[in-house]
């Protein structure tokens, strides 16, 4: 059983479309995040949801637009994509405390042509 | 901001010795540690977590915690091939902050055969 799963896996588009990344959990998280890893591996929060609810929303262009129809699932929406936004997408999740850190999901290789 | 700092290596180290990993933090108030390995085209793995000030083992692995230093290690014995990979250290944070993870930004390890 795959415990965050993402979907694309792979996700080549050009610059100007509307792309989205959906994730997925069965481990009864109540808490989900997105954080995006650049080419020098650096993995920085972009959102947080906590049983649906918005908690952080760092710095991001508001062209990202995450939404959670509930606590098992965070989808990410991208409009007007940019050479910039080219980066590794994951999906992670943990409970509220976060005392036992987080499960990834495999993550989703964006590539903006 | 609250900032963990780690060598970006990369870390060479022959087969079977002992690699060292190390990390700082800058959030004096941070309670829980985690070191995450993560392959290269793979999402983070969680393979050590540490509360407590002192040394935690889990077979090869251990964990060193000094919060009086703000210093978090990860000494890797008997190194082997499969040990290849990039290190992350995390961080959970006090006050505002504590809502997520704070990654280092990796400390690439090589063991030569």
């Known amino acids: 059983d795959t415990a965050v799963s993402q979907t694309p896996k792979y996700l080549v588009t050009q610059m100007g479309n509307d792309k989205s990344i959906k994730c997925e959990q069965n481990?009864?998280?109540?808490?989900m995040y997105w954080y995006k890893q650049d080419s020098k591996k650096f993995l920085k929060i972009m959102f947080s949801y906590n049983n649906k609810e918005l908690i952080i929303n760092e710095t991001v262009p508001n062209r990202f637009s995450p939404k959670s129809p509930d606590k098992a699932h965070l989808n990410l929406h991208i409009n007007s994509l940019e050479l910039g936004d080219s980066a590794v997408y994951f999906c992670?999740?943990?409970?509220?405390?976060?005392?036992?850190?987080?499960?990834f999901g495999s993550g989703t290789r964006l590539t903006v042509v | 901001q609250k900032e963990v700092e780690q060598n970006s290596g990369p870390l060479s180290v022959p087969e079977g010795a002992i690699a060292s990993l190390n990390c700082t933090y800058s959030?004096?108030?941070?309670?829980?540690f985690f070191w995450y390995r993560q392959y290269s085209g793979k999402s983070p793995e969680l393979i050590m977590s540490?509360?407590?000030?002192g040394d935690k083992e889990d077979g090869r692995f251990t964990a060193q915690l000094n919060k009086a230093s703000q210093y978090v290690s990860l000494l890797i014995r008997d190194s082997q091939p499969s040990d290849s990979a990039t290190y992350l250290c995390?961080?959970?944070?006090?006050?505002?902050?504590?809502?997520?993870?704070?990654f280092g930004k990796g400390t690439k390890l090589s063991v030569i055969p």
């Open positions: 481990l009864g998280h109540d808490t």
């Open positions: 992670a999740s943990s409970q509220w405390d976060r005392s036992y850190g987080y499960t």
């Open positions: 995390a961080v959970v944070p006090s006050g505002a902050g504590s809502y997520q993870l704070t």
């Open positions: 959030d004096r108030g941070s309670q829980s």
């Open positions: 540490i509360y407590s000030n």
